[in-house]
């Protein structure tokens, strides 16, 4: 297996962001749990050195990140081991919100709820924003009809990485996961579901208040 130029680009950003906004942790930690030189690894996030299939491997054992996600940003991004159990409770976690938030793309608006149902405390899970529901079929089998899904709120977002899956909400209220995909239009952002009974759709990015990274599902409780 050869990682191609183009490859190597987007892998280094998906590595960074990985890091920097989901891990919680610097690149030199990152490199040392995973066995890898510390200098040789900021080369790589840099695109100034070869990131090679077997440096993949050792980041996706050591870190229990799958080998399709960190290659091409789909599909699951954390390997399943032992899967860890949720602990709702009303005093410590992340808020769990009982509303919806569409796979596709229809006249559902923003959370309402000022308070939430309970608190999820999920290992793995800690820096989520909020948990909320998935309604609809069009990321499954990624992410299916009924399962709750833990949001990190991205603050910045003027540039957001293609290939990975984000919750979206408008300046009308209307909000929708897919995976963002680059638009030949400019101003705009296509996205994709993993469903391919559905279509690809396009937004204007002007209209875009809120984003959130989708960091994982579990099963509805």
Same mark, same amino acid.
């Given at each position: 297996m050869e990682i191609n130029g183009i490859l190597q680009k987007e892998l280094a950003q998906r590595l960074s962001d990985y890091i920097k906004f989901t891990a919680g942790t610097t690149p030199s930690q990152f490199a040392v749990k995973a066995g890898l030189d510390v200098s040789g690894f900021h080369k790589m996030l840099k695109g100034q050195q070869t990131i090679t299939p077997a440096t993949v491997r050792k980041i996706s054992e050591a870190h229990d990140l799958s080998m399709d996600w960190l290659l091409t940003g789909e599909g699951p991004m954390?390997?399943?081991?032992?899967?860890?159990?949720?602990?709702?409770?009303? @005093?410590?976690g992340v808020p769990y919100y009982n509303e919806d938030f569409m796979l596709g793309f229809d006249e559902l608006y923003a959370p309402s709820s000022e308070n939430?149902?309970?608190?999820?405390?999920?290992p793995g899970y800690e820096r989520a924003t909020l948990w909320c529901n998935a309604s609809g079929h069009s990321m499954e089998p990624e992410i299916n009809n009924g399962d709750i899904i833990a949001l990190q709120r991205v603050e910045d977002f003027s540039f957001l990485p293609f290939g990975d899956v984000y919750g979206f909400i408008t300046a009308n209220g209307m909000r929708t996961i897919k995976r963002l995909g680059r638009s030949e239009r400019d101003g705009f952002y296509r996205l994709i579901p993993t469903? @391919?009974?559905?279509d690809e759709?396009?937004?204007?990015?002007?209209?875009?208040?809120?984003?959130?990274?989708?960091?994982?599902?579990m099963k509805a409780f």
């Open positions: 954390m390997i399943e081991r032992n899967a860890p159990t949720p602990i709702i409770n009303y @005093k410590e939430p149902e309970c608190l999820i405390r999920m469903n @391919k009974e559905y759709q396009e937004i204007p990015i002007n209209i875009i208040t809120h984003v959130y990274r989708v960091m994982g599902t």
